[in-house]
Structure formats: C-alpha cells, structure tokens
C-alpha cells in the first residue's frame, strides 16, 4: 500500500519554464490538496480537490494550475516558473474531509533559477 | 494565515528526557492534530485531538486540549534519537474557515544519544 505518490523528487528549472508535478493516491479518498513549504513560513495550501472533478483555491494559487485527473490523481502544474515558487511541494489526501486527517507524499523539492 | 504558533521554536533534549511542546490558537476549533516530519520526508500524523476532549494518548505521546486558553501541548515521553523531527500542529474546522487546516510553524526538537 503505497500511500500518497509524488513526482518527481527534485526538479531544477531555469525562470519560465513549465512542469507539472504528478500525485497519486492509492487509498480511495475523497480529498486532495497541494502545498508547498517555505522556511519560516510553514505549510501553505496552494489549491484542493473536495472530490472529483471539483478544485478550489487556496492561500497562494498565483501562478500554478491544477488538474484533478480521477479520484486517484491530482497533478500541479507551473506554467511560467519564477524563483519565488522555489520550495518544497507536497501532495496530501484525506478520506474524511479538509479538516481531518491529512496523508502526505514525501515531497518534492524544486528549484527555479 | 498561521493560526497556531507553536512553542519552543527549537528543543534540544538527550535521550530519555520527556520533550513538550506547545501550541497555540487564535479561533474556536473542532479539532487539533499534531504531524511529525522528518528531516527531507513528508509529513505524518501523529494524533487527533477534538474540542470536546480534554486528553488523548498514543503510545509514549499525550496530548491535551484547553479550549478556554486556545493552547494544546505534545508531551513525548522517555524520548529516542528516532524522535528528532519537526513537530508541527494544525487546526481542523476554524471559526469562519472550515474548509482547510490551518497550520503551524513547527517545533525543532532534537534528541541527543
């Protein structure tokens, strides 16, 4: 039982150029949320999926998209990367709802240059 | 925004001390969750406390909830070097927001052999 999936790892990108970051969840939940890390700042909720075919935005959905694929996927997209979305980016799911228990992926550091 | 405000920032203890910290709220809540991350890994739950409880215990972790002061601590007995984390709280079913978590900056906490 995998849990919650992300890839990739690590990516570096050089300023304006594009990625999507990919997560999977194999435990059937409902809820699936992006965020990201900063020093400092904590965790910051980029955007969530409530359910299939539903996304909304969170604290800082400037310049990312999402795409909620089935109930097993939700995929981050960077269409024009800028250095100010170097962090870290984790991928969670939750089988009971946005305020419950939160699943995470191991992460995924990025680096824009 | 970051609602809860953990407390100490850093905690350094040797093995075998009991290590807590702390955590604070501004809004009424449904409940409190505590997440370890480890260094480079994504984050897990560790426990799940609701306003209407007072203490909850997970093996060597206890946890308590004072809704009257908006403050709830994580005492991790007989602690081991495997504890070193970043211990992080998060808020579920805020006043005014019940639709995300609200997380935290993190306790450091390290623990020396």
């Known amino acids: 039982n995998a849990g919650v999936t992300q890839t990739p790892k690590f990516q570096v990108l050089k300023t304006g150029q594009s990625m999507t970051l990919q997560c999977a969840q194999d435990m059937n939940h409902n809820s699936m949320y992006w965020y990201r890390q900063d020093p400092g700042m904590g965790l910051r909720l980029i955007y969530y999926s409530a359910s299939e075919g539903t996304t909304d935005k969170g604290e800082v959905p400037n310049g990312y998209n999402v795409s909620r694929l089935n109930k097993r996927e939700f995929s981050l997209r960077l269409e024009s990367a800028a250095p100010s979305q170097t962090s870290v980016y984790f991928c969670?799911?939750?089988?009971?709802?946005?305020?419950?228990?939160?699943?995470f992926g191991s992460g995924t550091q990025l680096s824009v240059l | 925004s970051q609602q809860g405000e953990e407390d100490p920032q850093a905690l350094s203890i040797q093995e075998g001390e009991n290590a807590t910290m702390n955590c604070s709220y501004k809004t009424s809540i449904n409940n409190l969750q505590w997440y370890r991350q480890n260094s480079g890994r994504g984050l897990v739950h560790l426990i799940l406390?609701?306003?209407n409880e007072r203490e909850k215990h997970s093996g060597r972790l206890r946890v308590t909830l004072d809704t009257s002061k908006k403050s709830s601590s994580l005492l991790i007995t007989a602690s081991r070097a495997a504890d070193t984390a970043s211990y992080f709280c998060?808020?579920?079913?805020?006043?005014?927001?019940?639709?995300?978590?609200?997380w935290g900056l993190g306790t450091s906490l390290a623990v020396n052999p």
């Open positions: 969670a799911s939750s089988g009971q709802g946005a305020t419950e228990k939160l699943f």
């Open positions: 998060a808020t579920g079913g805020n006043a005014g927001n019940n639709r995300k978590l609200i």
């Open positions: 406390i609701r306003s």
